[in-house]
C-alpha cells in the first residue's frame, strides 16, 4: 500500500529563485521566493506561488496589498509558515544587509495580504536575523538572534502583535548551533556545543506557549547517541 506517483503541472510553474521551502496547507503547497534586484543583473518581483496536486495546477497570489518583500538575497532563504487558511512570509535578507526582516499574512480563501508587525529586539541582534522555528498550539514561534543569548518571540494573530518568550529555564546554544522540533503543543529545543566537528548535545527544554514556560528534559545522551 501507498508510493509515489508523478503529478504532472498542467499549466506553467512560476519562475521562483531563492524559494522557501514549501509549506502543506492541508489541500496544496506553498512557494515563496524570488530574484532580487540587482542579483546577476536580473530583476524579478516576489511571489507565492500555490499548486493544487489534484488538480494539477499552480496560481499566483495576488501582489495588490503584499508587502514590500525583497525576496531575501545571498545566504538568507525566505521562510514561510501555514496556520488555518494564511501564509506568513518573512522576507530576509542575508546578514550582510543592514535591512530589517519584511513579515506579512496572506489569506487563501480571500487572495488578500496584511503586513506583519515586527517585534522589538532587545538583545542587540539586528532584526533580520530570524528563524521560524514552529507553530505550536496555533502560535508561530520565532528565533532572532544566533550566538550568546538569542531571543524567542510567539506571534498573536489576533492581536498582530509579538510577545517575548520566558527566558526563565530557556536552553543555552553555545556556538549557536541547536536542534528544534515542533509538537502539537510544545517547542523541542536542544542546545549543542560543537567539539571540533563533532555535535555533543547540552540539554534539552520543552516550551509551553500557553503558559509561557520551559520545562528541562534529560534525554541529551538519547539525541547524542541517535
Known sequence: VGGWRETPARNAYPYLVNASDPAWTGSEFVLYGTLPSGYYAISFPPALAIFNPTTGLWRQATTNGMPPFTGGGPGATPQI??????????????????????????????DTWQTVSAPVITNGFPLYQISVEGVVAGTII???????????????????????????????????VYFSAATGTELLLAGVSMNGTTPSPTNLAAYNPLTDTWRSEEHTSELQSH
Open 81 to 110: 509558515t501555514v496556520i488555518s487558511n494564511t501564509v506568513f512570509v518573512f522576507d530576509q535578507l542575508g546578514a550582510m544587509a543592514p535591512t530589517n526582516v519584511v513579515a506579512g499574512r496572506y489569506n487563501l480563501q480571500n
Open 142 to 176: 520565532g528565533r532572532f538572534g544566533f550566538y550568546g543569548a538569542p531571543q524567542y518571540f510567539k506571534y498573536n494573530m489576533a492581536a498582530d502583535s509579538w510577545m517575548v518568550v520566558n527566558t526563565n529555564g530557556q536552553p543555552a546554544t553555545p556556538n549557536g
